[in-house]
């Protein structure tokens, strides 16, 4: 039941992140300038990046006859890396969702 809970935490705290992070991105690309543009094309190599480090997270998982679960946790792993340095990045150049 534990187990089950602290998901469900893990699953909102992240779900709150993203859109923290989402939030402040708006805002800096909607300030418009070289900032903007450099976010934007920042944003979009990182999901590249994110993506294909999940997708190989998962494969490797997979392939060395780990469960469903350990390969989705797996790839949960650089998504979160990657929003959490995103949320602080943002944090420190001043850009305030709230």
């Not at 705290?13 to 800096?28: D, G, K, Y």
């Not at 294909?52 to 998962?58: K, L, P, Q, T, Y």
């Amino acid at each position: 039941m534990l187990e089950s809970f602290n998901a469900w935490a893990e699953t909102l705290r992240f779900a709150c992140e993203v859109q923290n992070v989402v939030s402040m991105r708006l805002l800096r690309m909607a300030q418009g300038g070289p900032q903007a543009a450099a976010e934007a094309e920042l944003m979009i190599a990182e999901k590249i990046a994110a993506f294909a480090d999940v997708e190989a997270a998962i494969a490797q998982a997979l392939s060395a006859g780990e469960g469903f679960m350990v390969a989705a946790e797996r790839g949960y792993a650089p998504l979160r890396q990657c929003v959490g340095a995103n949320s602080s990045r943002l944090a420190r150049a001043g850009v305030s969702a709230h």
